[in-house]
């Protein structure tokens, strides 16, 4: 059995290719082909030591789903499950994607909730990530100097995509001690 369990909520694909990368970096015999939350229950949770977690910011901020018009469920439709999911003793590591240039008041906002939600089912969130390269206004994904997670910004600076998530799965192997 994988270790790591990676789950994504996506619109376009673009979260779901992300997910992908980070799948192809940590290796089958580590990690798990990830899975859209939309096509699973909070028990499938359980079935890993470890959880990577990737969304999309949509609109205003929003995590994606029905309400913002998207194509199908997603996370918005998953979160009332956190109030019964115990994430005690489990590390969890956040990835997000976001557009600082047309939304720089609600950059990977998304990102922050599922953070909140984590956070409080009692998870250990592990990498973090610099804010440096990034220009913004606000971001409630930002948690002092550094994003809570994993960012992305594909819309803006896609060059820099592959290179964040490499640096991003060296760090998270580190922390979860994989």
């Known amino acids: 059995m994988s270790k790591v369990g990676i789950f994504f909520g996506t619109d376009t694909g673009s979260t779901r290719k992300i997910a ?3 799948q192809k970096q940590l290796g089958d015999d580590v990690a798990a ?6 096509r699973v229950d909070a028990s499938a949770f359980d079935e890993y030591d470890y959880l990577l977690l990737g969304t999309p ?8 789903g029905i309400e913002c018009d998207c194509q199908a469920e997603s996370w918005a439709e ?3 499950n956190f109030d019964d999911i115990d994430l005690s003793g489990k590390k969890v590591g956040l990835f997000g994607l976001g557009d600082q240039v047309n939304y720089p008041d609600e950059f990977v906002d998304g990102l ?8 409080d089912c009692g998870a250990e969130v592990v990498g973090s990530w610099p804010t440096d390269g990034y220009e913004f206004n606000e971001s409630a994904a930002v948690d002092g100097d550094s994003f809570v997670g994993l ?7 896609a060059s820099l995509s592959d290179e964040r998530v490499t640096g991003w799965v060296e760090q998270i192997k580190s922390e979860m001690g994989l």
């Open 20 to 22: 992908k990368m980070i």
């Open 112 to 119: 922050g909730e599922l953070y909140d939600c984590v956070v």
């Open 78 to 80: 998953f979160v009332p």
């Open 33 to 38: 082909k990830p899975l859209n939350i939309n």
């Open 57 to 64: 910011t949509l609109g205003e901020g929003q995590l994606p």
């Open 151 to 157: 960012v992305i910004d594909k819309d803006n600076q």
